[in-house]
């Protein structure tokens, strides 16, 4: 079953710890890492949309629409979330970072079944809050755009100003680590090459 849902995948970082590299395309146990979030996230909504600031060729292989954000390197995240709500042809928005590649496939079902009349919806893994992985109505757009003109970039900022449910996955705490430095990304992979072989 998909859901009246626009998942928007936020590549748009400048992974400054990462060597500048963009991590969305960074191979990762066979495949660019975006690929991961991808098959976790696709089959459940029923549109895609890839956010990014550079190599948006090579993002448009994957058979989506790429839309670019604010650039200045100051908006961070919130501008991947303005970019994919002026987008949202349905009404939700699920976003999802691209360095998460462990994310479960639940996340999508979970948080749209918890919603339930609230505005937004976020994960928490147990010990955190995960603001990037959330499910916001596309009714929020034009507040955001006040937030951001305020000069507030803050995720959890955002969502405090909103009618905003936590959604329990404690369940599933390991599938937010995302993928920051070298030796996350060896780690990552090891733990997805882990994976697929107890799937053949």
Same mark, same amino acid.
Not at 83 to 92: K, Y
Not at 108 to 126: F, K, N, Q, Y
Not at 136 to 160: C, E, I, K, N
């Given at each position: 079953?998909?859901?009246?849902?626009?998942?928007?995948?936020?590549?748009?970082?400048?992974?400054?710890?990462? $060597? $500048?590299?963009?991590?969305?395309?960074?191979?990762?146990?066979?495949?660019?890492?975006?690929?991961?979030?991808? #098959?976790?996230? *696709?089959?459940? @909504?029923?549109? @895609?949309?890839?956010?990014? +600031?550079? +190599?948006?060729?090579?993002?448009?292989?994957?058979?989506?629409? @790429?839309?670019?954000?604010?650039?200045?390197? %100051?908006?961070?995240?919130?501008?991947?979330?303005?970019?994919?709500?002026?987008?949202?042809?349905?009404?939700?928005?699920?976003?999802?970072?691209?360095?998460?590649?462990?994310?479960?496939?639940?996340?999508?079902?979970?948080?749209?079944? #918890?919603?339930?009349?609230?505005?937004?919806?976020?994960?928490? &893994?147990?010990?955190?809050?995960?603001?990037?992985?959330?499910?916001?109505?596309?009714? @929020?757009?034009?507040?955001?755009?006040?937030?951001?003109?305020?000069?507030?970039?803050?995720?959890?900022?955002?969502?405090? %100003?909103?009618? %905003?449910?936590?959604? &329990?996955?404690?369940?599933?705490?390991?599938?937010?680590?995302?993928?920051?430095?070298?030796?996350?990304? *060896?780690?990552?992979?090891?733990?997805?090459?882990?994976?697929?072989?107890?799937?053949?």
């Amino acid at each position: 079953m998909t859901l009246p849902v626009t998942a928007v995948i936020l590549a748009g970082g400048r992974a400054t710890r990462m $060597g $500048g590299r963009d991590k969305g395309l960074i191979p990762l146990a066979g495949r660019p890492m975006i690929a991961w979030v991808i #098959e976790a996230v *696709a089959p459940w @909504v029923s549109a @895609v949309i890839i956010n990014a +600031n550079r +190599n948006v060729e090579a993002y448009r292989s994957f058979g989506y629409p @790429v839309i670019g954000d604010d650039d200045t390197g %100051t908006a961070g995240p919130l501008a991947g979330l303005a970019a994919g709500l002026a987008a949202c042809r349905n009404p939700w928005l699920l976003t999802v970072p691209c360095d998460t590649p462990a994310i479960p496939a639940a996340l999508p079902r979970r948080l749209a079944a #918890e919603v339930d009349g609230h505005s937004a919806a976020i994960a928490h &893994d147990g010990q955190r809050l995960q603001p990037a992985h959330g499910l916001l109505s596309a009714g @929020v757009a034009d507040p955001l755009t006040g937030f951001m003109a305020q000069g507030d970039r803050r995720l959890h900022a955002w969502y405090a %100003t909103l009618d %905003t449910r936590i959604v &329990d996955f404690s369940d599933h705490r390991d599938a937010f680590d995302n993928v920051n430095t070298p030796e996350q990304h *060896a780690a990552m992979a090891a733990r997805l090459s882990g994976r697929q072989q107890e799937d053949q």
